[in-house]
């Protein structure tokens, strides 16, 4: 089993930057896919971005290409979402996840993920 447990959610204006981390714990041997999702309320969890623990690959939605950056240190076991230039639009819970790969590859697709963090608020608002 693996434990993710999220921080790192706040209030900010728009324009402005937070930077979530996510600490995994438990049985982390082996390479991962990990990512981050966000939801609001009434609507489905969305793909945020993803990374190959061990390769790096990266993978991102249209809607943060360019603003958000994800990123791991292997030695504290965590992983980082840094937000940049963030919108209202981009209010929501945050979600980590995580899933064993045998590759190199991404994942994209929320019901591909294993283990989930229990969800960080972020809200842009003036």
């Known amino acids: 089993q693996v434990q993710l447990v999220e921080s790192g959610g706040g209030l900010v204006l728009p324009g402005g930057s937070l930077r979530l981390s996510c600490a995994a714990s438990?049985?982390?041997?082996?390479?991962?896919?990990m990512g981050w999702f966000r939801q609001v309320p009434g609507k489905e969890r969305e793909f945020v971005a993803s990374?190959?623990?061990?390769?790096?690959?990266?993978e991102y939605a249209e809607s943060v290409k360019g603003r958000f950056t994800i990123s791991n240190d292997n030695a504290k076991s965590t992983l980082y979402l840094q937000m940049n230039s963030l919108k209202p639009e981009d209010t929501a819970v945050y979600y980590c996840a995580g899933a064993k790969v045998l590759g190199w590859n991404t994942l994209s697709g929320s019901n591909e993920y294993d283990y989930w963090g229990q969800g960080t608020q972020v809200t842009v608002s003036s």
């Open positions: 990374i190959n623990w061990i390769g790096g690959t990266t």
């Open positions: 438990g049985r982390t041997v082996g390479n991962y896919a």
